[in-house]
């Protein structure tokens, strides 16, 4: 079997990671992989994630197995956060949650669930959409699809196309939705532009699928879950794919959820066992360690204001050097506006640039970004952006 293998290539953002980790420049800067980091390009762990495990440390008494659907405080834990507190479809119990290994575990399970309802069902992404998405759900035997969302001229939202695309969709079709903080584009829908999206979907039966991979790195945990809350109220069934990595620093030790909001108790269940069955025959038990802590920092008030602080601290971080970023290039004289990444949401942002650039600002200049010329806009700080802005102008 080995003998047979090519060597295939490293992944396209995990490997420019590699690659900037060798490069010897004192001058390189990383704004690859979607990673979270200070100025002295460190990813923190977060103060309440460290209190929480040491209090795990002393009270843990088991490592058996938790149950398929993983730590069942954590799952009960996870869906007011994203859906707020006191959402009627939590009360009614319409709603249930499966632990998963990460947003990519939550991601895969409700593409093998989809696919166990009905193989081969059209799954709609949107144009640009995070590039683990389609080896990730058409794996799962679902059939991908595209509809128009980010206009890479015009830095902004193609909504009446992708409305368009959308309004011609059925039953039949599963639509998959980025919660907040875009990935690639940092290109988030307005609330209103929500409605619209969930008057459609109730309108044409399709279900939706929001992966929510960046709650609080946008505007806020709050702000940022509006656009799921939305369709949570004004859609008969849903599914979330959640992921712990960014907002609570856990990349790691890989924790998310896969939650499903139904329309009875009774289809709540059924959804669940089909979770179950299907986490069971692909990684049978989810990682307990950061289902654990999470669960943690959300039931203790004070390790909760600590988390929230921190993660506060994070978004205007990132916001900050957005502007830092757009306002340094028009200072610098740019013959190109890049205000719209002050707009933008998240970590991430497509500059723009063509692929022989964003190769010149690699090999010239030890700037690592992907190809498509979207930033991770974390790996900018204010020691690096003079060098970063001066290196992008000489290549424009
Ligand atoms: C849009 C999106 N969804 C899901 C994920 C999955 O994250 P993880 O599997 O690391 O929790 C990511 C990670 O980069 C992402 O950008």
Redesign the pocket.
């Known amino acids: 079997m080995f003998e047979s293998f090519e060597k295939l290539p490293d992944d396209p953002i995990l490997g420019l990671t590699v690659a900037y980790n060798n490069d010897p420049s004192p001058n390189k800067i990383d704004l690859g992989a979607?990673v979270y980091k200070t100025e002295d390009g460190n990813t923190p762990i977060f103060e309440a994630v460290k209190k929480a495990e040491a209090i795990r440390l002393e009270t843990e008494t088991t490592k058996s197995y938790t149950p398929i659907s993983g730590y069942p405080d954590f799952c009960e834990r996870v869906q007011p956060l994203i859906l707020g507190d006191g959402h009627a479809a939590i009360g009614e119990g319409r709603t249930c949650a499966a632990a998963t290994p990460?947003?990519?575990?939550s991601?895969r399970l409700a593409g093998e669930l989809i696919n166990s309802w009905k193989p081969g069902t059209s799954l709609w992404v949107s144009s640009p959409t995070?590039g683990?998405?389609t080896p990730l759900l058409g794996q799962a035997g679902l059939n991908i699809k595209e509809y128009p969302y980010y206009d890479r001229d015009g830095h902004g939202i193609l909504f009446e196309r992708m409305l368009e695309t959308l309004s011609g969709l059925g039953p039949e079709d599963v639509v998959l939705l980025?919660g907040c903080c875009h990935?690639p584009t940092g290109a988030d829908l307005t609330p209103e532009q929500w409605q619209d999206v969930a008057g459609i979907a109730s309108e044409r039966g399709f279900v939706p699928l929001v992966?929510f991979?960046?709650q609080g790195l946008g505007d806020g945990l709050a702000q940022d879950a509006r656009g799921v809350r939305i369709m949570a109220g004004n859609v008969p069934e849903l599914l979330v794919?959640y992921?712990?990595?960014?907002n609570f620093g856990l990349?790691r030790d890989?924790i998310?959820a896969l939650v499903a909001v139904t329309g009875s108790r009774s289809a709540a269940e059924a959804a669940l066992s089909h979770m179950k069955v299907n986490a069971r025959r692909l990684y049978s038990v989810p990682p307990a360690h950061g289902a654990v802590l999470v669960a943690t920092i959300l039931a203790d008030t004070g390790l909760r204001e600590s988390w929230e602080e921190e993660l506060d601290g994070m978004c205007r971080r990132i916001n900050d050097l957005r502007a830092l970023f757009a306002d340094t290039m028009k200072k610098k004289g740019s013959p190109l506006d890049f205000d719209f990444i002050k707009s933008e949401k998240g970590m991430f942002s497509f500059l723009g640039l063509e692929k022989e650039k964003v190769r010149r600002l690699r090999d010239e200049y030890s700037i690592y970004f992907v190809d498509n010329s979207r930033i991770n806009v974390a790996g900018i700080n204010p020691g690096n952006v003079d060098y970063l802005t001066d290196s992008i102008l000489a290549v424009l």
Do not use: E, I, T, V
């Open positions: 979607g990460g947003g990519s575990g991601l995070w683990n998405h980025h990935n992966d991979a960046y794919s992921s712990c990595s960014k990349y890989r998310g």
